[in-house]
């Protein structure tokens, strides 16, 4: 169990079309005292927060209404911001060369998904 | 069989009725005779002949069974369709092999009854077409019996063809019309003796003691000398004639000096052509093991013998050199031709000969293997090998009259010259020289000598009579001029009564000497002036031409007679009258002397006029002279030269011509050969084309079969999508479908070409290596291989090709096109991959609505309701969209499901209202969402919390800002009164944030008396469109 205070303060892009979803991640997000940017359901919207909201770390859906998140995931690389891809489908659906890109498989316990998240924060430079 | 029975065997054919009727009607009983009648009959039909003969004879008439035992006075008929013989005195009846005309039944029937009865049998051949009966006959009298034959005389018979080919055999004892046969048959003397055998003449017979007188008398009757006869034969000749007229032997030697034609008939019969086969065994020994062998001697491949029987009759001496040939030729490496010319005047007898087929009774004398080897036999004929009368060619020819053949190994000529007088001699034995070939053989019969042609022939065997051809030059032939000028056709038998009777009394004898003593010189001519017989003394007058010999009685004439005898033999031939009294004054030794001449005519012999020339010497008396003033001597020799030299040359001409002629008719008797040859080569090939025709029938019918094959496989090789290259073991291109065309760059004219030279459109370098790896291992090969621009992918197999012999004999290379098929895999996975993303997706969904629901939910009860009820709505969402196959869904369809649950049976406190709408999946899940969060309030809380209170729901869509709005109003009335609440629940802040992020719309909230209104707004085209307006109206 991740304790609250290591996400305190952290600025969290959320990107995920589901509501539900969005709701209670962003739910538990605000419980950690994180400020959540969002939480996005569309592509457009998550890929101009991607490249001008300041972020510390985002959690991104694979799949927007039919969109791939994708070129928001790029313009978070580009400017260094770690991320993590929720994603119903397997491992292979990551475009070529971003294999190394972290995935969270849905369904994930909230646990996991923090574990996941403190990892990247915590890292000097994803 | 009493002792002194006769049966008498009677043939008949067409005609046969009418000529059996004359022979016996009023027919007495007769006294030791037994008929035996054997009629030509229809196979098929019922005989009445014996019924028709009881008419017209007192005698019994029945018809033979098998078996019946012969009685004197009973007459037999022969039913129809048997062939009948008799053995013992008893006929047999025998069914026939082939038809009953084939089969001669009558030659059949006397040929028995000659071996059955010797010398009692008697033969009766009456009228009929064909030569049926002729061999019997001759059977008959070879055993002594008596053969007779009908004749003209009045009635002759209708059909005279049995009778004359009979005849014509010479073996007929007497040619009688049928009213006078049967008086002599009744007159017969009783059954004779039985024969003696040849070898056992008893040395007593009274007859031995006067054979030289009766050969003196036939001697001096007819001409020929029979000392030299063979004995036996001579004697049974002589009692059988005795026996006929019933004389004893004294008796029979004093008629035979009485009566001239009784001589002349003993010849005859001693003249029977006895040509049985291999007769005179010694004979043929001696030509077998001397004469062939020399005549082959030096003869191959290329050569030819040629042999000449001469007067051939029914052929067993042709036939019998012609084996003996046939059986040293095949001894022989490098065998000739053989050409055997058997030729005779009579036309019947060359007919039978032709056939080649003979009664048992004539081929006894043959040993049983040359029988067996030579000889087909049926029903107690036989025949000669087919091989062996192929050798023979048979013709009716002339020794006197027609010109001979040339180039002629040996020619066999035996009893013939009897026949002929010193004269035909004289023709027909130079005629012989110039057949032969250098050193050529000659066979004559056994009483028969060249006599006055010793320098053209030397006897080189003396008791066989054989003689060879002397290389002395040619004579001129005389074939008589005469003949060919003339055509005549007279035949030799005519010749031969001419010749009997010519110089056969005293009378005659002293014709001669006044001839030699007291006549005149004279000569007879015929009308072209050649001399045919010479008085003696003419000597004064005539004298040999200079030249060549010439018989020309002009060109013989001395000189100063000439003119005269011409102009004497002109005014005759004009004339017809005799010249008489013409006296032409001529010198000879120096004295002058005056010579009578006279011509006249004398009577025609065979349609030849002949005129007699003589000579009278008369008193020297000195002419008149005005009675013919004699020519300027010069001029008269002159054209006498002139004219000796025309006739030198025209003779020359004629005997040029004459040669030409002879050539001419040799060759023509080799076409007649070599056409019969053809006529059988013809039927070889005949039945050889038929072969072929069948042959053909079925070849073309197989070609059909190939071609509709060919057709098939063409069809589905054009047809056929599955691209397909045939290749030998060399990886070269045999054949390809037309499918081929899209991955290979094939055309037709690629065949025999390598594969690898092939541009291809598929990446597949391993091609080569892949398919000698079949070629070797047998086991097919599969692969996915995809064309360079990667719009098509092709299961490739490579399979051995098999060729009908099981022997594999190349492979097999197959593509599939199987894009479709890899597109749908991919598809497949896809869709796979959208579920497991959905599911996992809405897994998270009810994961992330428990989470929040349990957080607002102070009881576990209260948790339960909320949670499933949420979980129910999304349910109901998901069975509407999958009812739909996850298109768009009507917005009136998913607000009726989700109030579903809250709506009992007959209540309606929901009012829908709206035109169409189709909503997208998303939008359909989140409006069931909200209208399900809205519901649960309004049961809560709001109208539905109270029974009279209802719920209205309407919808519609409106123009702002350009684009299309759905307004959709949730309207309670009648419910309790509420306020608005102070803090926003769960329920609506969802509805507020679900239209807004799901939506992208706005839902405003207002707390009216009557209930909670709560309206969202949004873009049409963010949730879907318009429907169709018959999807509404539920």
Redo the contacts between chains.
Sequence with gaps: MTTPAEFAGLRVLLVE?????????E?ALEERQCTVVG?Y?SLDEARSAARTEPIDVAVLDI?L?GEMVYPAAEALAERNIPFLL?????SA?LPPGRQHWPVC????S?DDLFARLARLVSKPDP | MTGNLRIVGIGASAGGIEALRGFFHGMPEPDGLAFVVVLHLSPDRTSMLAEVLRQWSSIPVQQATDGTAVAAGEVYVIPPNVLMTIEGGRLHLLPPTTTVRENKPIDVFFTSLAADQRAAAVGVVLSGTGSDGSLGLRAIKEAGGLSLAQGGNGHGPQYGDMPSSAISTGAVDLILPVEAMAERILNLPARPEPEPEEAAIPADTPLIDLLPQICQILREQVGHDFSGYKRPTFIRRVQRRMQFLGLDAPGYVRRLRADPNEALLLFQDLLIRVTNFFRDSATYRTLETDIIPRIFAGKGRNDAVRVWVAGCATGEEAYSIAMLLYEYRAQLPDSPKLQVLATDIDEMAINLARSGRYPALLVKDIPPERLAHLFTSTDGTYQVRKEVRELCTFSTHSVIRDPPFSRIDLISCRNLLIYLDTELQERVIPAFHYSLVRDGYLLLGSSEMVSRHHELFTLIDKPHRIFQRCDTPSRSLQVSSLALSTRHTVGLAQRRSDSLVGWSNIAQAAKDRILERHAPAFVVVDAQGEILHFSPRTGRYLEPAAGMPTRDLVSMAKRGLRLEVRAALRKVLATGQPVEGMRVQMDTDGLSHTVGLSVEPLQPRDGHRMFIVVFHETANAPQPETDTAPLPRESTDELERELSNTREQLQSIVEEHDTALEELKSSNEELQSTNEELETSKEEIQSVNEELQTTNAQLNMKVEELDHANNDLRNLFESTQVATIFLDRFMVVRSFTPAVAGIYNLIPGDRGRPLADIVSQIDYPDLQADTRRVLNTLQPFDRRVIRHDGSAQYLMRILPYRAADSQVDGALVTFTDITSVVQAEQQERVMVDELNHRVRNMLTVVISIATQTIRRSSTLEEFSKAFIGRVNALASAYTLLSRDNWTSVPLRDVLTEELRPFMSAGESRFALEGEAVLLQPRAALAFGMIIHELTTNAVKYGALSVPDGRVELSWNILRQDGADQLICCWTERDGPQIERPQRRGFGLGLIERSTKYELEGEAISDWQPGGLAVTLKMPLGAIGGRGRASSEGM
Excluded: Q, T, V
């Design positions: 079309d589901e509501l539900a979803i969005a709701m209670m991640l739910l939480p359901g799949n209404a929720l994603s119903g489908y397997g659906r498989g849905k369904p994930f909230l």
